[in-house]
């Protein structure tokens, strides 16, 4: 047990629940990024929209958000659309907010005819709704060219 040092204030401070991430939210993340890269890069309008449901809230991705279900399809299907590629470079699930939805980070590789050569890599962050493997909000960065590759080569 750690035991305070004995500066340490006596009187109570406020904190945040602690909610760690579970065997189950880890897996429900990995098989919802998955599903996701694989319906972008696939343009499947289909599968895009099976991953959004009554939870969805927004999709920030190239350009405007999108902040109804149709939209976001749209967006992401025009990604894979105009010959974009996504692969998962990380994804850390940070547990449970006060949302209820499951916190996550995640770093994409983003390569194809309009990004710069050989790829960059995007970050993005959001909320999704486990068990359901379903997206509430996603954000993703435009990324930048990894150092050391030349991005006129």
Same mark, same amino acid.
């Given at each position: 047990?750690?035991?305070?040092?004995? !500066?340490?204030? &006596? !009187?109570?401070?406020?904190?945040?629940? !602690?909610?760690?991430? &579970?065997?189950?939210?880890?897996?429900?993340?990995?098989? &919802?990024?998955?599903?996701?890269?694989?319906? %972008?890069?696939?343009?499947?309008?289909?599968?895009?929209?099976?991953?959004?449901? $009554? +939870?969805?809230?927004?999709?920030? =991705?190239?350009?405007?958000?999108?902040?109804? =279900? /149709? $939209?976001? %399809?749209?967006?992401?299907?025009?990604?894979?659309?105009?010959?974009?590629?996504?692969?998962?470079?990380?994804?850390?699930?940070?547990?449970?907010?006060?949302?209820? *939805?499951?916190?996550? *980070?995640?770093?994409? /590789?983003? !390569?194809?005819?309009?990004?710069?050569?050989?790829? =960059?890599?995007?970050?993005?962050?959001? %909320?999704?709704?486990?068990?359901?493997?379903?997206?509430?909000?996603?954000?993703?960065?435009?990324?930048? %060219?990894?150092? *050391?590759?030349?991005?006129? +080569?």
């Amino acid at each position: 047990m750690r035991r305070p040092s004995p !500066s340490a204030s &006596t !009187s109570a401070q406020p904190s945040a629940p !602690s909610v760690r991430s &579970t065997a189950d939210d880890d897996l429900c993340a990995r098989r &919802t990024f998955d599903a996701l890269i694989a319906a %972008v890069n696939a343009s499947d309008e289909a599968r895009l929209a099976s991953l959004f449901g $009554g +939870s969805f809230q927004w999709l920030g =991705v190239t350009g405007a958000a999108s902040y109804e =279900v /149709r $939209g976001a %399809v749209e967006a992401l299907a025009a990604i894979g659309r105009s010959g974009e590629r996504w692969a998962l470079r990380r994804l850390d699930v940070n547990g449970r907010g006060w949302h209820g *939805g499951v916190d996550f *980070g995640v770093e994409i /590789r983003r !390569s194809g005819p309009d990004i710069p050569k050989p790829f =960059v890599e995007s970050a993005g962050k959001g %909320v999704l709704d486990c068990p359901a493997g379903r997206l509430m909000l996603f954000g993703l960065g435009n990324g930048r %060219v990894p150092r *050391g590759f030349d991005p006129r +080569s």
